[in-house]
């Protein structure tokens, strides 16, 4: 999706003296940004997976769940804040290129539903270590907000390298 | 010869095959990463020291390999597509170089440094040995990370 409105803010985007900078230097700065982009998915990826197998094996009565769950959530909040930082200089670098792109579109849609899953989680989880093993129901929804944050976050990874091409 | 191969010219004439493979390859280098960090991180003692080292890494460990199997295979077929530009990239064969010296590492972890895991304090800081081992591994994936990224950007 590409309004004029869109390239209005590109095209102003792109004369700030950000991304007049981070193009002067974008033989060292890009490939930097990026590297660190990668470190903190891998963080988030595999807190969040942590945090889906615990959801779903910690047996009741486990306290490693409440001490996981704080762990984990600082991880991943703090990694989120890092790929937001991250990502916004990957915009400002190549505005029309990022924001124009039908996969950073989808990036975004799929990171803003993960990050709804992971605040529904931990939400819950904060008020009841268990909540998601009370009920045979909840176990199961608990399965398919798990499979549909993997799939996400398989999906986020992809539309990233996606960019580059689309 | 492996540029020229029917694989090879078949994944790099796809408008979707290469990126498909790519994202595949940074899926698994970030799953391969954020695991085999956490193990690092524990035997530094950074974070998880609640964990023993030896049933923790006995957790992560399967997951780490897999995940490196799919890197690896996905980069074998990045590597067909292109093998004459690879070939003569310094950063991809600096990659190569920094992957050699992370399995060094890890077969010295392995066979000498964690020989005695078990033996090992289960909450307390590890031997000096340990922590020498996770922090050359953090160093040496970090780097691999690095180099990978630069070789994107110096293609020719």
């Known amino acids: 999706m590409q309004t004029q409105g869109l390239l209005d803010f590109c095209n102003a985007l792109e004369e700030t003296s950000l991304s007049i900078w981070i193009k002067d230097n974008s033989e060292w700065f890009v490939p930097s940004v990026q590297v660190v982009h990668i470190i903190f998915i891998a963080a988030i990826l595999v807190s969040f997976f942590i945090l889906n197998f615990k959801i779903m094996k910690a047996p009741i ?3 490693s769940l409440r001490f996981d ?3 984990l959530s600082s991880i991943i909040s703090g990694a989120f804040f890092v ?11 190549e505005p029309a290129r990022s924001l124009g792109s039908p996969a950073f579109q989808i990036k975004v849609v799929l990171l803003i539903l993960t990050l709804l899953i992971f605040l529904l989680f931990k939400y819950t989880l904060n008020n009841d270590y268990h909540y998601w093993q009370r009920t045979p129901k909840l176990k199961m929804l608990s399965r398919l907000f798990i499979a549909v944050s993997t799939l996400l976050l398989m999906g986020i990874v992809f539309a990233g390298r996606w960019i580059a091409y689309f | 010869m ?3 191969s029917d694989l090879g010219v078949l994944i790099r004439e796809s408008d979707s095959l290469f990126p498909f493979i790519e994202s595949l390859h940074v ?14 991180l524990r035997l530094i003692g ?8 030896l049933s923790f890494s006995r957790v992560v460990l399967p997951y780490t390999w897999k995940a490196f199997a799919v890197a690896f295979v996905t980069g074998l077929l990045l590597f067909v597509s292109k093998a004459d530009t690879y070939s003569h990239n310094q950063f991809f ?5 920094l992957l050699m010296c992370a399995g060094i590492n890890m077969l010295f972890f392995q066979f000498a440094t964690g020989k005695n895991m078990d033996k090992w304090p289960t909450s307390e800081a590890l031997p000096a040995a340990a922590r020498l081992a996770g922090f050359t591994s953090l160093v040496l994936w970090v780097s691999i990370i690095i180099c990978g990224r630069w070789i994107g950007f110096t293609l020719i």
């Open chain 2, 2 to 4: 492996l540029n020229d």
């Open chain 2, 46 to 53: 950074v974070s998880f020291l609640e964990k023993p080292i």
């Open chain 2, 93 to 97: 064969l600096m990659k190569m170089s």
């Open chain 1, 61 to 63: 009565g486990d306290n």
């Open chain 1, 83 to 93: 790929l937001l930082i991250t990502g916004l200089l990957m915009i400002v670098a």
């Open chain 1, 69 to 71: 769950l704080k762990r």
């Open chain 2, 27 to 40: 899926l698994a280098i970030t799953c391969f990463f954020g695991s085999i960090a956490m193990v690092d």
